[in-house]
Every structure is written in C-alpha cells, then in structure tokens.
C-alpha cells in the first residue's frame, strides 16, 4: 500500500474531524478577513508603509538563508507544539486553537493586502502568500487530526498494554517527523519561490 492510498484512507476514516478542523480553519480565515478592515488609523498606516517600501524594493526582493532559516524555524516550533499537545488530553483545545489562529494570520494578511491595493494586493497575495500555504494548509490540518487522534488514544491507554502505547507513540512520532518534513518543503517555497514570485508582480 502506497502513501497516497494510506492517506486516502486516513482521510475517509477522520472524514469528521477533517471537516471540524476544515470549519474552524473557515472561521479562522473569516475573522482575519474582518480583523484587516477593522484597525486603528496608526495600525493601518504602519502595515501601508511597510508594503509601499516592499513594492518599491520589489525588483531587488531576492531569497536568503536568514528567511529559510525563521520559515523552517517556525514551522519546526508548530510541528513540535502539536506533536507536544498531542501527548497531553488538555491540548486538544489547543490544537483548534492553533489552527484557528493560523488561520487568522492569513485571513488577515490576504485581506489586507486586497483591501488597501486591489488587484495588485490580489496578485501579491497569490504570488507571496498562497504557494507556501498550499504546503501548509493541508498538512497543518493533518496533523491537527494525528494529534487529536493519539490525544484520544491516551484518553483510552490504560486499557492498552505498554507495548501497544509504546508502538503508538512510535508511530505518532513518525508520522509528525514525516509532517514536518513536507513543511520544511513549504518553507522552501516561502524563502525561495514566493520572493520571485512576487519580484515578478511588483518589480
């Protein structure tokens, strides 16, 4: 059985928690969306000066370790507060909580961008902040879901031998390993890609 087909399968048996996070991820992005039109007059004119000086500059916009470095340092913290979270019951609402407020960073950022430049802040958004999040998204959700279900699994673990919670702890690990690996790949795009991406849009 390939990776796709286990993941198919992963799918369809956590089809609900799939769409719980799938909810929240919306409400999430909702909110950001209606954050961005809601800020001070100082707020607001800070973000626009910070994105005129990012347009006036975007010829020179070049990728850099410095920004793989913190893209792949944030995504590794975020994998390894899940992975944490879910060893504790505790941490499930925290889990729909990190998401929610991932959610919300993008909301905000896209909608910001699309209110205060219009079609340009539509094409930055699509060149800057969509290919990365396309990686992120996804994965964000599926381990939210992994970690909910061994968080669940510990609720129920003094029923199982330590073996068996020894393999699944194995296992969660791994999987977690293999998420934040898939990641890393998105802050590739984020620090390499989405610069030139962008250069092309606003240089």
């Not at 194995?170 to 590739?188: E, H, K, N, S």
Request: hydrophobic share 55%; with cysteine.
């Amino acid at each position: 059985m390939n990776l796709r087909t286990m993941y198919k399968q992963h799918i369809q048996a956590n089809l609900f928690k799939y769409l719980l996070m799938i909810v929240i991820f919306g409400l999430g992005v909702a909110a950001g969306e209606f954050k961005s039109g809601d800020l001070g007059a100082e707020t607001r004119n800070h973000l626009i000066d910070l994105i005129d000086q990012l347009i006036q500059h975007g010829a020179s916009l070049t990728a850099s370790k410095g920004a793989l470095l913190s893209a792949a340092g944030s995504q590794i913290k975020t994998a390894a507060l899940m992975w944490f979270l879910g060893m504790t019951v505790v941490g499930v609402p925290l889990l729909l909580g990190l998401i929610f407020a991932r959610a919300f960073s993008l909301g905000f950022t896209l909608g910001f961008l699309v209110e205060e430049k219009g079609s340009l802040g539509v094409l930055m958004g699509i060149s800057s902040v969509i290919p990365q999040n396309l990686i992120y998204v996804p994965f964000l959700l599926t381990g939210a879901v992994v970690c909910v279900n061994f968080s669940l699994f510990l609720v129920r673990g003094r029923f199982y031998s330590w073996a068996e919670l020894w393999q699944n702890f194995v296992l969660y690990t791994l999987v977690m390993i293999g998420i934040t690996i898939v990641l890393l790949a998105g802050a590739l795009v984020e620090s390499y890609l989405s610069p030139w991406l962008l250069s092309l849009i606003i240089g």
